[in-house]
């Protein structure tokens, strides 16, 4: 995986999450004052921190759970794994992590998974 590449998908997460962050603090009351709470004045602030699992608790599973998988895979740029299936350890596809820049499966693995859940 070429450096530009991950360059260009770490742009891409940090995009999506401040766009997360954005509609929830717009959408959310809870999520705002738990912000302001934090003495994080504009969105700047807030995309730049971590938000610590106390403000979390505010936001629904499904929005908690959307930030902690862009965080994972910011993380995973960071050291140097990310597009590396959790699973199989085999190369995730680019059209795959175009579509899902925060995947962490490969997709034989996720529609595994999937099945495996029915
Ligand atoms: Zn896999």
Redo the contacts with the bound molecule.
């Keep these: 995986m070429g450096q530009s590449y991950s360059d260009q998908m770490y742009n891409k997460l940090k995009e999506m999450r401040e766009e997360l962050l954005k509609n929830l603090i717009s959408e959310n009351e809870d999520f705002r004052a738990a912000v302001e709470d934090l003495g994080l004045n504009d969105l700047a602030d807030v995309a730049s921190n971590d938000i610590d699992c106390r403000t979390l608790e505010v936001l629904g599973n499904r929005d908690k759970l959307q930030l902690e998988k862009i965080d994972a895979a910011i993380s995973r740029i960071k050291n140097g794994t990310y597009g590396i299936?959790?699973?199989?350890?085999?190369m995730?596809s680019k059209d795959r992590l175009e579509a899902i820049p925060y995947a962490a499966?490969?997709?034989?693995?996720?529609q595994?998974a999937e099945r495996n859940k029915r």
């Design positions: 299936c959790a699973s199989c350890t085999k995730i499966l490969c997709i034989e693995c996720k595994r």
